[in-house]
């Protein structure tokens, strides 16, 4: 992609103006200053009733896409095994049909053995791809919350309902000891650019008993084969970011990132917002442009937690899928997902 005239973008920022009631942290981390607000849907997926109770415990995490007309969400089902990569679909992205998991766990001392979950799809020459956060370790019974290290884990399919087939002899990349991604290198958007292959994945490390999180970089020109990793983090670990969704508005040619933040409060760290990053160029990514897109003051139902989008075209407008959990609670347990919109074309906050 071309890289924007550094005049015309530093204007198009300045005019944005501050927000009143920018939210600050106990910490220091940064805050984002600026709004996008979607308008909120609410839930369009609710934990509990999935087949064989694959998400009595909860459903989070979604990755949705379309494809031949129709809406695919994998979303993480907390069950009776543990956080499993579980298939909704829709005609409309409004109302879905669950229909179970679509991994498993691994054997025990597999790298997969207590989490399958979060499976990103892209689909190249044919053949649907899925990288899936894979882990070793969990808290114990019933929650078995997926525990460091994160990893980035391989399946394929013919189909986008599957079945999918791991392929545990494919290694994309994994957490490197005394880098910024030594506990966490976890899968996230894939765009293809002049035969490359971009992954914005999720990247994390431990300063102390501090996590501190970021977004890496990591490339190829095989899905089949291991990725190259970026020295450092398109954006900071300050950041306090994980995972990704993308979306190119063409009117603007620009990008928009769109990231789950993780704040800090009385209550200890919990994903509490939606945040939105844009750039004109792909590889880098300014701090000052971002904007927070949906929080507990425009989500109708969720007030404290709120975790990672995923982002699909649905008409006129841009449509953010996310989980939550009703009223003010943080915990990872018992989310639901939500639904909700911003009009396109997109525009850079003022």
């Known amino acids: 992609m071309h890289r924007i005239h550094s005049a015309v973008f530093l204007l198009a920022v300045a005019a944005c103006a501050e927000t009143p009631g920018v939210t600050s942290y106990l910490d220091g981390r940064p805050s984002a200053n600026l709004r996008m607000p979607a ?34 969400m994998h979303y993480d089902a907390a069950g009776p095994v543990g956080w499993l990569a579980a298939l909704a679909t829709s005609a409309d992205g409004v109302h879905w049909t669950k229909h179970g998991t679509v991994l498993e766990l691994g054997v025990p001392g597999e790298e997969d053995a207590k989490a399958a979950s979060y499976g990103t799809t892209f689909m190249d020459r044919g053949k649907w791809h899925m990288f899936y956060v894979g882990t070793p370790n969990s808290s114990p019974p019933p929650a078995r919350i997926p525990a460091f290290p994160y990893l980035t884990m391989k399946a394929e399919s013919r189909s986008p309902a599957g079945p999918w087939k791991k392929r545990p002899d494919i290694v994309p990349f994994r957490p490197q000891p005394g880098t910024y991604d030594s506990v966490t290198a976890s899968p996230g958007f894939i765009v293809k650019q002049q035969g490359e292959y971009l992954q914005f994945f999720s990247a994390a490390t431990m300063q102390g008993r501090k996590i501190r999180r ?81 929080d507990g003051s425009n989500c109708t139902w969720a007030k404290a937690a709120i975790g990672l989008p995923s982002v699909v075209p649905a008409g006129k407008r841009l449509a953010i899928y996310y989980d939550g ?26």
Request: glycine letters at 12%; one cysteine or more.
């Open 39 to 72: 308008k909120d849907f609410g839930v369009v997926l609710r934990h509990g009733d999935g087949p064989a109770r694959c998400d009595i415990y909860g459903a989070r995490d979604v990755w949705v896409w379309k494809t031949g007309g129709v809406y695919y």
């Open 214 to 294: 970021g977004i890496g970089l990591a490339r190829t020109r095989n899905l089949d084969g291991p990725w190259s990793v970026g020295p450092a983090p398109i954006l900071p670990l300050d950041e306090q970011i994980e995972n990704t969704s993308l979306y190119y508005e063409k009117s603007i040619r620009t990008w928009f990132l769109f990231t789950n933040h993780v704040g800090i409060s009385g209550q200890g760290e919990y994903t509490d917002a939606v945040w939105v990053y844009w750039s004109r160029d792909l590889l880098h990514w300014d701090t000052a442009n971002k904007a927070v897109v949906l």
């Open 325 to 350: 959990l009703q009223g003010t609670g943080t915990s990872h347990m018992q989310r639901d997902v939500g639904l909700a919109y911003l009009d396109l074309p997109l525009k850079i906050p003022r």
